[in-house]
């Protein structure tokens, strides 16, 4: 990492900057041996506090525990980019084919309308995220990217996407929301708002606490099964827990299960955080309005303004590590932390002399077709959600009042969306996986080198990739 300013007290993983800001969660008490639920979700992330908490507001007889290896948010919960936006992951056609091409649209409105959810419970429940819903812009930095951007523009007025929900900017209006170097193009939706993910964590667990939800941290899940003399279990390294319901909401750290290594590959995203950013340097940068900001580009970025006055950016980095492994507290790679310091001067080059204070990174869960989905099968009593690809924080949501419908038996709009019960084919086994993932971002890498060198169209090597990935 030689030549990037680093803060006198720069870290490099921690779990994540949300936490080092926040203040880690004192560890709640393990399983104290066996017990019995009528629920157990495994995972104390988003996807398993959201199923908790809208569980037990629905019914509050329900005995539901939570099982986590290490502490509430601990995972991607409390690293990621802190983007509560309604992108939805995955091929809006293949999920069309599941249930028709309204059934999609009908997803995406609910998936508009779980960006404002989750800003309602975290004001109902008094967890100060540092929520501001100022939209999220989309910028195109070569004529390849303008194309694509465009395109995606247009494609979604056929899925849901009014005029409203998202629409090209003119110049002046990209200058004065976000001065970005050499931004040609841009877009913007007001379906999106800036969170302080760990805090929405802790405050999300706490508030399922309240109500009755019993938390159990260093407590590691190592097999979960279906029914067996009318009830399924979580087996733990302290006891198994039984339950009419055992919901896996593991997303990246599915891997470590028992029969789950080729579920969902664990794709690795990284990010630094700079130091406050003084005044004059806002005065170059703009973002007065604490905007998400993404591009267009294959191996993409993700960032926002925190508020604090810092700029979070993130993006793949080393995407994957051979046979599904995970990191455990959080630190990547120093030639990742220099791609991203790169990135963040060429988008802001008056961040030239800003110095970075923290890197980390976490695991995301991708299925095989790259889409998300939500199951309950009632025979087993073994149910699961995830697969988000990145965009979790607000699919989380929707997932566990999905779930919560799903438990109860309720025949709602929520269970009648095309990502609810989907069955998605396993990952190739190694080394198949590992060296195809790294074709892949060799791939978008050389896409994205070929395109800022003047393209005018999408490289080859992206529709490669593409037909590679099974995107």
């Not at 800001?21 to 019995?36: E, H, N, V």
């Not at 979580?234 to 080729?262: K, M, P």
């Not at 060429?346 to 923290?358: C, E, M, S």
Request: glycine share 12%; charged share 25%; hydrophobic share 40%.
């Amino acid at each position: 990492m030689k030549g990037i300013p680093l803060t006198g007290d720069f870290a490099n993983g921690g779990v994540s900057f949300w936490y080092r800001q926040a203040g880690l969660p004192a560890r709640r008490a393990p399983l104290p041996g066996p017990r019995a639920y009528d629920v157990a979700i495994v995972g104390g992330g988003y996807t398993g506090l959201w199923t908790a908490y809208y569980l037990k507001k629905a019914q509050p007889d329900l005995r539901i525990a939570v099982l986590e290896k290490e502490f509430a948010g601990f995972g991607a919960s409390g690293r990621n980019g802190g983007w509560l936006s309604a992108e939805f992951a995955g091929s809006r056609k293949r999920h069309a084919r599941a249930r028709g091409r309204q059934a999609m649209i009908d997803l995406q409105h609910a998936m508009f309308r779980a960006v404002d959810e989750v800003i309602d419970v975290a004001r109902e429940e008094g967890i100060d995220a540092d929520v501001h819903k100022g939209g999220l812009v989309h910028v195109a930095t070569n004529p390849a990217q303008r194309r694509r951007l465009r395109a995606e523009v247009d494609d979604l007025r056929t899925w849901g996407y009014g005029e409203d929900d998202m629409r090209l900017m003119d110049r002046d209006e990209m200058r004065e929301r976000l001065n970005v170097a050499g931004a040609i193009e841009a877009a913007y939706s007001p379906h999106c708002a800036r969170i302080q993910p760990a805090k929405l964590a802790v405050g999300l667990a706490r508030a399922a606490e309240a109500l009755g939800v019993e938390i159990f941290e260093s407590t590691t899940v190592t097999e979960i099964r279906p029914r067996e003399g009318g009830r399924a279990s979580a087996v733990t390294d302290r006891g198994t827990v039984t339950a009419e319901y055992v919901i896996r909401a593991t997303e990246g750290f599915t891997s470590s299960l028992a029969g789950q290594h080729r579920q969902w590959l664990p794709m690795n995203s990284s990010m630094i955080v700079t130091e406050p950013l003084p005044a004059e340097v806002w005065k170059h940068v703009g973002w007065s309005g604490n905007e998400l900001l993404g591009d267009q580009a294959h191996g993409y970025i993700y960032a926002q303004r925190t508020a604090d006055d810092r700029i979070a950016i993130g993006g793949r980095g080393v995407p994957y590590r051979y046979g599904s492994r995970t990191d455990v507290w959080g630190a990547t790679q120093a030639q990742t932390v220099a791609a991203l310091w790169r990135m963040l001067v060429k988008l802001f080059p008056a961040t030239a002399d800003v110095r970075v204070q923290h890197a980390w990174c976490g695991v995301l869960g991708v299925p095989r077709d790259w889409c998300s989905t939500v199951h309950l099968d009632h025979e087993t009593g073994l149910g699961w959600a995830g697969g988000y690809v990145g965009s979790g924080v607000t699919t989380t949501n929707l997932a566990g009042r999905t779930l919560r419908d799903l438990v109860l038996r309720r025949d709602t709009e929520l269970t009648a969306l095309p990502w609810v019960g989907r069955q998605v084919r396993q990952w190739e086994p190694e080394p198949l996986r590992w060296i195809g993932v790294q074709l892949i971002y060799a791939l978008y890498r050389a896409a994205d080198r070929r395109e800022n060198d003047h393209g005018t169209t999408t490289s080859p090597f992206a529709h490669l990739a593409n037909l590679i990935s099974g995107r």
